[in-house]
T-cell receptor
Framework: GAVVSQHPSRVICKSGTSVKIECRSL??????MFWYRQFPKKSLMLMAT?????????EQGVEKDKFLINHASLTLSTLTVTSAHPEDSSFYIC???????????????FGAGTRLSVL | SQQGEEDPQALSIQEGENATMNCSYK?????LQWYRQNSGRGLVHLIL???NEREKHSGRLRVTLDTSKKSSSLLITASRAADTASYFC??????????WGAGTKLIIKP
């Protein structure tokens, strides 16, 4: 089945540094990818929609300058947390639908997630 | 991972009618969550019900949870065209991992 690879799985960084998280679709092309944030024991919160070849669409309340998204190719989207602070510590997850002609809309392939800890 | 089951896979009803979707799961849970996904968009969280709760309401949404049967239902009352979307349940296990159902595609006919 289709696989979405997310890297790194865990990162610990100092306050003020930037962290890049990669999301790759391994055997299908993804013109759209989604980025979520999950607080401990809480539900997923959609942060933004990453669109290949165009700007990402951010959900209300999500700072686009803080969370930079780049959808460089049909198989790669990156989320960069800039000038990270302890309150940015969270679990970040990406997902991708496999695209038209491949499967129905009900399918979402998720990355394994990245646990970010900012000291 | 996707281990839960939802039924029906697809549901088509007239505007104004009630829509009911069901979700079954296999393991013990911390809570159960329902999400909506509009076409081409990301998942949006709708409602969360804890394992010690039996029913929860939010606007036109009503969620029930039966832990003895390991099942939940989502009822949307007085459906509207804008409710057309895919609906997913997700259970949170004791390790706080989310386990997803396969989703129900709901179509509201005007």
């Amino acid at each position: 089945g289709a696989v979405v690879s997310q890297h790194p799985s865990r990162v610990i960084c100092k306050s003020g540094t930037s962290v890049k998280i990669e999301c790759r679709s391994l055997d299908f092309q993804a013109t759209t990818m989604f980025w979520y944030r999950q607080f401990p024991k809480k539900s997923l919160m959609l942060m933004a929609t990453s669109n290949e070849g165009s700007k990402a669409t951010y959900e209300q309340g999500v700072e686009k300058d803080k969370f930079l998204i780049n959808h460089a190719s049909l198989t790669l989207s990156t989320l960069t947390v800039t000038s990270a602070h302890p309150e940015d510590s969270s679990f970040y997850i990406c997902s991708a639908p496999p695209g038209s002609g491949r499967a129905g809309e009900n399918i979402q392939y998720f990355g394994a997630g990245t646990r970010l800890s900012v000291l | 991972s996707q281990q839960g089951e939802e039924d029906p896979q697809a549901l088509s009803i007239q505007e104004g009618e009630n829509a009911t979707m069901n979700c079954s799961y296999k393991t013990s849970i911390n809570n159960l969550q329902w999400y909506r996904q509009n076409s081409g968009r990301g998942l949006v969280h709708l409602i969360l019900i804890r394992s010690n709760e039996r029913e929860k309401h939010s606007g036109r949404l009503r969620v029930t949870l039966d832990t003895s049967k390991k099942s939940s239902s989502l009822l949307i009352t007085a459906s509207r065209a804008a409710d057309t979307a895919s609906y997913f349940c997700a259970t949170m296990d004791s390790n706080y991992q989310l386990i997803w159902g396969a989703g129900t595609k709901l179509i509201i006919k005007p």
